[in-house]
């Protein structure tokens, strides 16, 4: 059964860190390009980072840039999000997916296209 699942969330002072992993099961995780996004009640999904199948390109969001690190380890079927300097509004649902395209197209991604898993929550206090 192809799945993702997240963890690592949880909550944490602004300035803080935490680091985030997606290890799948069921699919050939070596050709799946990668991405973070998340989402807060009431708003539209967010794209936050990606890294693509190779691990020779990563990508994020403005608002992660400085800030986030993407990496991945086939070995072990993981993706990490390692987040830096955390901010209250980093507060949301963390959801990652998996699909093979390159990794410049995860940003748009649809909730019907590729593996998504059921999301970390990370909750940022000021």
């Known amino acids: 059964q192809v799945a993702l699942v997240e963890s690592g969330g949880g909550l944490v002072q602004a300035g803080g860190s935490l680091r985030l992993s997606c290890t799948a099961s069921?699919?050939?995780?070596?050709?799946?390009?990668v991405g973070w996004f998340r989402q807060t009640p009431g708003t539209e999904r967010e794209f936050v980072a990606a890294?693509?199948?190779?691990?020779?390109?990563?990508y994020f969001a403005d608002s992660a840039k400085g800030r986030f690190t993407i990496w991945r380890d086939n070995a072990v079927n993981t993706v990490y999000l390692q987040m830096n300097n955390l901010k209250p509004e980093d507060t949301a649902m963390y959801y990652c997916?998996?699909?093979?395209?390159?990794?410049?197209?995860?940003?748009?991604?649809?909730?019907?296209?590729?593996?998504w898993g059921r999301g970390t929550q990370v909750t940022v206090s000021s």
């Open positions: 997916a998996a699909d093979q395209r390159p990794g410049n197209s995860i940003v748009l991604m649809t909730r019907q296209q590729g593996v």
């Open positions: 069921g699919l050939t995780f070596a050709t799946y390009s």
């Open positions: 890294i693509s199948w190779s691990a020779g390109n990563t």
